[in-house]
């Protein structure tokens, strides 16, 4: 669901889920969708991309641990990539705020 | 194993293949995707599926390999790319503090006089070891910008640098084993011809094998 929609913010919204803990993929696909309530059901095949993108940017770095026997990649938030959040949350903040009054005003 | 797990492995199986088998950069998806389907398999047996159920939940979840190597694709170039071009690197400045070693260091040691202009050929490979040089830092460069990697625009681009990084295996097959006979030399030793051609070809794989870009780089590979 609004997997359209969200072409654009899934980095930040990437980075958002990852500000609070580090996080292994499938609890970050958990954390977008239970964060969002449910809207925000991705594809998994789509984050782990964005995932290696933001890990190649240095926006967010991953450590290996072994966990029930197999490998399993942890991801976490690095200053750099707390600052691009910040950016993004005064963007979308600025963005929506406009967004919102035009389309929230009634004639 | 049971026929779940095998459709599984199955899925991570022909998604490595796509990817392509060699570099770690596909291991570790492999590893990821791994850990993520078997994670959303305990998910959906918690909520009460049946074992191929839960798999086949998850494996529909994850997407077909297909969509999700081509998704993946341009990372893991980007990463081979990176790694490949760090190898590259490396190799040159083995050959060059070879070659320092032997028309520099030795020579004074031994109190013997080397005259590289002898070397037919040795010119011309010092200039196809420069270009390789630069092609390994052109890559170093470009394995920085995930644009590069993910559009079509800038496949020539990759494609003449990657050209260009072969000559650096030529170079080394021709340099090393000069610099092996110059050193010979120096120690008054004679380093015969089928030593020396043998030296060379090992010299020429052992670049080729250590600097091949992985094949997450090649062009066919990132033109599907």
């Known amino acids: ?107 | 194993m049971s026929q779940a797990s095998a459709g599984l492995e199955e899925y991570l199986d022909e998604l490595g293949k796509r990817l392509g088998r060699r570099p770690e950069a596909v291991r570790d998806v492999v590893d990821e995707l791994r850990d993520h389907l078997l994670e959303a398999t305990d998910a959906h047996r918690a909520r009460g599926a049946g074992a191929g159920g839960a798999v086949e939940r998850a494996l529909r979840e994850l997407g077909p390999a297909a969509e999700v190597a081509e998704s993946l694709r341009p990372v893991t170039a980007q990463r081979c790319a990176r790694s490949a071009a760090t190898r590259a690197m490396l190799v040159y400045l083995i050959v060059f503090d070879l070659g320092f070693f032997a028309f520099l260091l030795v020579p004074v040691m031994r109190s013997a006089t080397l005259d590289p202009a002898s070397m037919p050929g040795l010119e011309l490979c010092e200039w196809f070891g420069r270009l390789g040089l630069v092609s390994a830092i052109a890559m170093l460069v470009l394995s920085r910008s995930h644009r590069a990697w993910s559009r079509r625009g800038w496949r020539p681009l990759i494609g003449l640098i990657l050209g260009f990084g072969w000559l650096l295996v030529l170079s080394n097959a021709v340099v090393a084993p000069l610099l092996l006979e110059r050193l010979a030399l120096a120690f008054g030793l004679w380093l015969p011809l089928p030593w020396m051609l043998a030296g060379g070809l090992a010299a020429g794989f052992a670049t080729a094998l250590l600097v091949r870009p992985a094949p997450g780089v090649r062009l066919r590979q990132l033109e599907q």
């Open chain 1, 1 to 107: 669901m609004w997997a359209e929609q969200l072409k654009g913010h899934l980095d930040a919204l990437l980075l958002a889920v990852l500000e609070r803990d580090s996080l292994h993929g499938y609890a970050i696909i958990e954390a977008l969708r239970d964060g969002s309530g449910g809207a925000f059901d991705l594809p998994s095949g789509t984050v782990y991309p964005a995932l290696h993108r933001l890990e190649q940017s240095g926006l967010v770095e991953s450590d290996w641990s072994i966990v029930a026997g197999r490998r399993r990649r942890t991801y976490r938030l690095t200053r750099r990539g707390r600052r691009a959040l910040d950016q993004e949350r005064s963007t979308w903040q600025t963005f929506s705020g406009a967004v919102g009054a035009l389309l929230g005003a009634a004639p």
